[in-house]
């Protein structure tokens, strides 16, 4: 009787752990390419699916950041399977290293997010917020950015910014945001908040792409 009533928790508390971690579906963006080699067909910000195979063969490259995790990877050679987390590598040179993002909020679409209800996705005025780590913002959309508007909460100055990819990089546009503010974001219907953290409780010298990314529909 004891152990079937150890069996029983144990198996409770593997699905209370499950529970926990955040929910991703077989074929969703897990991962984004940060960087690959010339000859690669994958290029950055390339979105990449929770099974994914890829050969890099001898010498080719690819950096990776996985949404759900926070994890950052270079890797050489070999073949990959893109996983929930983390790659998994067969023959390949892997060095990972782990990068302040804003985790499980990058695994859903926006547009997910809207419908969820998720109360931790929402500032107390039910604006869907972002944190970001880094005064040059990536925002990235499946679809062409043309314009969107900005708005710094803290001084109040509005901003129609204007787009021709479907990635823009505030670093490439000379726009610097303001550690410590928040921004309001606006595209069509789409409206976040962007945080930008404070660098005394980061280190702002983390470059990664996922510490600066905000996804839009």
């Known amino acids: 009787m004891r152990h079937v009533l150890l069996r029983f928790r144990l198996v409770a508390l593997f699905f209370s752990a499950v529970t926990l971690l955040p929910r991703i579906a077989l074929g ?10 010339e000859k690669s067909k994958y290029k950055a910000f390339d979105f990449l699916t929770d099974g994914l195979e890829i050969d890099l063969g ?15 990877e270079q890797i050489v050679g070999g073949k ?11 023959g390949s040179q892997v060095t990972r290293e782990t990068v302040s993002c804003d985790g499980g909020r990058l695994i859903l679409e926006p547009d997910q997010l809207a419908q969820s209800g998720v109360d931790v996705f929402r500032g107390a005025d039910g604006i869907m917020e972002y ?10 959309s499946k679809s062409v ?6 708005v710094d909460e803290n001084s109040g100055e509005h901003a129609k910014l204007f787009g021709e990819g479907r990635v823009i990089d505030f670093s490439a546009i000379s726009r610097k945001l303001k550690f410590g503010n928040s921004y309001l974001l606006s595209r ?30």
């Open 28 to 37: 969703e963006y897990v991962a984004l390419v940060e960087d690959a080699s």
């Open 58 to 72: 001898s010498d080719q490259f690819i950096k990776l950041g996985y949404f759900g995790s926070c994890l950052s």
């Open 80 to 90: 990959i399977i893109i996983g929930r987390f983390r790659s998994t590598v067969f």
């Open 131 to 140: 944190v970001i780590y880094h005064a040059y913002p990536i925002l990235i």
């Open 145 to 150: 950015i043309t314009e969107f508007d900005f």
């Open 188 to 217: 069509g219907e789409f409206l976040c908040r962007i945080k930008v953290a404070d660098p005394v409780n980061v280190d702002v010298a983390d470059l990664s792409s996922l510490s600066r990314l905000i996804r839009l529909p």
